[in-house]
């Protein structure tokens, strides 16, 4: 079963508005933790942001804010005033368990294309 | 300070070759991590170690891959004879054992012909 659901295989937005990535999970954990990474066509993996499954707020990195509900399982990533270095892959990570072991567990990614 | 480092940056070699990854960790991070990158099957984990010690190798796809980790700041991974279809991005990653973020080096394109 899929882990990590990413179903948007690629987004537009316009330069300066804000866009949703989307991202599923599925666990029986309790404890476990999400993040995202960006990916741009320079290959490296570049962290975003984390959100913890006992975190009541939610996230939030500069322009990069993590929508996390619980109850639904998704977490998605908020991108404020989209600029044109934002075009890039976006994957959602999972660690299942908190602070053990430390395997991430990816979705397939989201190509994010910023248009000006 | 330096991020993860990783060498080579590409590699090219004929099937049946030996090809060996390095991975120097951020100092003082104590988990370490082996990521293989695809079109066709993403990002997967191929093995990890805290301490230098092996805690999960159930990613390694077959018994031709062998990582190490002889002390904190240096691994290997070693694909013996390698084949085409490991054509890939490895990754090398670290964290502090307690940490959250996982930091990612910038990666090994390796093309097997």
């Known amino acids: 079963a899929q882990k990590i659901t990413q179903t948007q295989p690629g987004m537009f937005v316009q330069e300066k508005e804000a866009v949703t990535l989307d991202c599923t999970y599925d666990?029986?954990?309790?404890?476990?933790?999400l993040f995202w990474y960006k990916q741009p066509s320079s290959g490296e993996m570049i962290f975003l942001i984390y959100q913890g499954s006992y975190d009541e707020q939610n996230a939030t990195e500069g322009r990069y804010s993590l929508n996390f509900q619980k109850a639904r399982k998704s977490a998605n990533l908020v991108i404020s005033a989209s600029q044109l270095g934002d075009s890039a892959m976006y994957f959602c990570a999972m660690r299942e368990g908190y602070n053990q072991g430390g395997k991430l567990i990816f979705g397939q990614g989201t190509e994010l294309s910023v248009k000006p | 300070d330096a991020g993860v480092i990783q060498s080579p940056r590409h590699e090219v070699t004929e099937m049946g070759q030996e090809v060996t990854l390095r991975c120097k960790p951020i100092s003082g991070h104590n988990s370490l991590f082996w990521y293989r990158q695809t079109m066709m099957r993403g990002l997967e984990l191929l093995i990890y170690?805290?301490?230098?010690?092996?805690?999960?190798d159930s990613g390694m796809p077959e018994d031709r891959f062998s990582a190490k980790m002889p002390n904190a700041s240096f691994s290997t991974l070693k694909i013996q004879p390698s084949e085409p279809r490991d054509s890939a991005v490895y990754f090398c990653?670290?964290?502090?054992?307690?940490?959250?973020?996982?930091?990612f080096g910038p990666g090994t394109r390796l093309t097997v012909t």
């Open positions: 666990t029986s954990d309790q404890s476990y933790g």
């Open positions: 990653a670290s964290r502090k054992i307690l940490g959250n973020e996982q930091y």
């Open positions: 170690f805290n301490n230098n010690v092996p805690i999960d």
